[in-house]
């Protein structure tokens, strides 16, 4: 009966310390950085498709979505565990890169963009956020784990 | 011990049956997300060429494009990792109930 009970004992703590390395390995789910993106998509995407006009109209309007998606890159980098989401968002936003941070400052330096390059960019810095927000809908729920 | 064999055997089955339920999904899930880009980025090249040929796009709007589905793929990359990492997770937790499962079926 007694080695039962520590086989039994054994058994328990490997799986509690299983279960707490599983836990460490990403951030479980937030509803708040779930929304944020989602927002920051129908807004970026908003304001993208203007970059047929001159950026002078929409200068405003480009520092007012860069301060909301800095706002969401740095909640990302403030959460524990974080490091994939982290590193989606600052590809996105990314001045030197091509997607949405470096079609901004094209649009800033040519002034004007052509239709299809918005259009197609646009598709891209879609595809870009469900990334991220296929990424964080995939976490698993903090209740589950509880 | 006839009940620790016991309980190798039923734990041996029971994450068999595991297994067979969750592995092949997660599988089946991963190729259907990769067929997915690899198609998009075809469709969206052809669209490009065809777009620098009529002078639709310059050239550095091309290349942007370009390099645009390269970050892209990078960020689908982490997505793949991230939700790897959560099945992971989720495998480990589904583990654990089999292995208390199967100990208790056994023991208790």
């Known amino acids: ?146 | 011990m006839p009940a620790f064999n016991d309980f190798v055997t039923t734990i041996k089955d029971d994450l068999l049956d595991y297994a067979k339920e969750n592995l092949e999904e997660y599988k089946d899930e991963i190729l259907k997300d990769g067929n997915i880009f690899v198609e998009k980025t075809k469709v969206d090249l052809q669209r490009w060429t065809e777009g620098l040929a009529s002078g639709a796009l310059s050239q550095a709007d091309f290349e942007f494009l370009l390099k645009g589905k390269k970050d892209l793929a990078k960020m689908e990359a982490l997505k793949q990792l991230g939700l790897s990492k959560i099945r992971i997770t989720k495998i480990t937790n589904g583990i654990i109930d089999v292995v208390v499962g199967s100990a208790i079926k056994t023991f208790l």
């Open chain 1, 1 to 146: 009966m007694t080695i039962k009970i520590r086989l039994l004992t054994s058994i328990l703590t490997l799986a509690l310390c299983l279960s707490l390395l599983s836990c460490s390995s990403i951030s479980v789910f937030s509803p708040e950085a779930y929304k944020q993106a989602v927002d920051l998509k129908v807004e970026s995407l908003e304001l993208m498709v203007f970059a047929t006009s001159s950026y002078a109209e929409y200068e405003e309007d480009v520092t007012y979505l860069k301060t909301e998606l800095s706002k969401a890159y740095e909640f990302s980098l403030g959460r524990p565990n974080n490091e994939l989401s982290a590193e989606q968002w600052e590809i996105l936003l990314n001045e030197e890169g091509n997607l949405l941070g470096g079609f901004l400052k094209r649009w800033e330096e040519e002034d004007l963009l052509s239709e299809m390059f918005v259009t197609d960019t646009q598709k891209l810095v879609s595809d870009a956020f469900d990334t991220i927000i296929g990424l964080e809908s995939g976490k698993i729920d903090s209740s589950i784990l509880k």
